[in-house]
């Protein structure tokens, strides 16, 4: 962070030197007024304290993603793309955001994501920031880069454009980890932060399949000592979204719990959130579906058609006791439902049934 607001005090020098070409020039004014908005969010948001976040030059990154070349493109999001760049031998994600599209949902979104990424970069599950060019129209971030992808809207993987089964001691060792980073964004800090944008595709792999969540445009923090805020307008993603948020337009720590539960049903099933429309032409919801499943002793039936074959006993339950996790999640009353540290803490006892039987016999 030092470099850079040196590199910003060096441009404002530049600047007011009257000796650089136009295109430089127009280079420096983009770095000016996107360094300088940043810094200001990410100091106010530090308290003044160092976050190492480097600066990274425009030909760096045409360079690493051959001028934003379709070929380099892993992701797609309705305000961003990421794409695959290597600077200096090193794989990134590199983040840029549609200049447009960010207007039309305030530009302070954009710059939400990334300085709450700069705080949360020293958490192994999120996924790290590592710096920054303001070169551009708009800026550009630069990300780890994840090399088994990010998770689709089922929970799975793609590899050569095709769905990768993953096993249940992964889906399980995802949901734990995403789980210990919702945790930290609800106790980590004097005020709670509420992530609203919990689902799969918000989700990464790293090389050693340690999860990693990603994208924190809609989060937003609780005023310190409070456990609510009202917000003008609800953000997040449909079938996903707790209802007691839909309708008084309040955010707690249990929006996250109510995401999470339907995120943990989608990782564990292989279904969408919203499944196939019914005869009255509504989708049917994952909640409703699990939930009849449940109701009728047919958990059974929720098993990942394409995992099923390999179960063990020992997995069978594994699984039902996630998707009971997950359904008292997704309770009707926020009083009824649990903390995420206790989401946590009763995922890794699930992790261990396996382990316990097979001890025991």
Not at 23 to 35: D, V
Not at 237 to 246: A, F, I, Q
Not at 267 to 292: E, F
Request: hydrophobic fraction near 35%; aromatic fraction near 10%; charge should be positive.
């Amino acid at each position: 962070m030092e470099a850079m607001v040196k590199k910003l005090m060096q441009s404002m020098t530049s600047r007011s030197s009257g000796n650089m070409k136009d295109k430089g020039l127009n280079k420096e004014r983009r770095f000016l007024k996107n360094g300088s908005k940043f810094l200001k969010e990410l100091i106010a948001d530090c308290n003044g304290k160092s976050v190492p976040i480097r600066s990274f030059s425009s030909s760096q990154i045409l360079q690493a993603t051959n001028n934003f070349d379709s070929s380099c493109l892993v992701r797609r999001e309705w305000d961003h793309k990421g794409y695959k760049g290597t600077i200096e031998g090193k794989s990134y994600l590199i983040k840029r955001y549609f200049e447009y599209r960010v207007k039309d949902r305030r530009v302070g979104e954009a710059y939400n994501d990334i300085v709450l990424s700069a705080r949360m970069s020293n958490h192994s599950n999120f996924l790290r920031l590592f710096g920054s060019c303001f070169e551009f129209s708009f800026p550009v971030f630069v990300f780890e880069y994840a090399e088994h992808g990010v998770l689709n809207h089922r929970g799975h993987i793609m590899v050569n454009g095709q769905e990768s089964v993953l096993p249940l001691s992964l889906r399980l060792k995802i949901g734990k980890e995403i789980a210990y980073a919702v945790t930290y964004l609800h106790m980590a800090f004097p005020k709670i932060i509420i992530h609203r944008d919990i689902n799969p595709t918000n989700i990464f792999l790293d090389k050693n399949w340690t999860a990693k969540l990603s994208d924190l445009s809609y989060a937003i923090s609780l005023p310190e000592g409070k456990s609510r805020i009202k917000t003008d307008s609800v953000m997040g993603r449909v079938g996903y979204l707790d209802p007691l948020y839909l309708a008084t337009n309040c955010v707690t720590e249990y929006t996250d719990v109510y995401s999470f539960g339907v995120f943990l049903m989608v990782i564990l099933t292989g279904r969408p959130a919203l499944l196939s429309t019914r005869s009255d032409g509504n989708p049917q919801c994952i909640l409703s579906y699990v939930k009849g499943l449940y109701e009728n002793g047919k958990l059974d039936e929720l098993i990942d058609p394409l995992m099923m074959e390999d179960m063990t006993n020992g997995q069978v339950l594994q699984l039902e006791a996630s998707i009971t996790l997950a359904l008292r999640c997704c309770e009707e009353r926020d009083e009824d439902r649990l903390k995420m540290i206790q989401v946590a803490k009763e995922l890794k006892g699930i992790e261990r049934i396996e382990q316990s039987l097979g001890a025991n016999i």
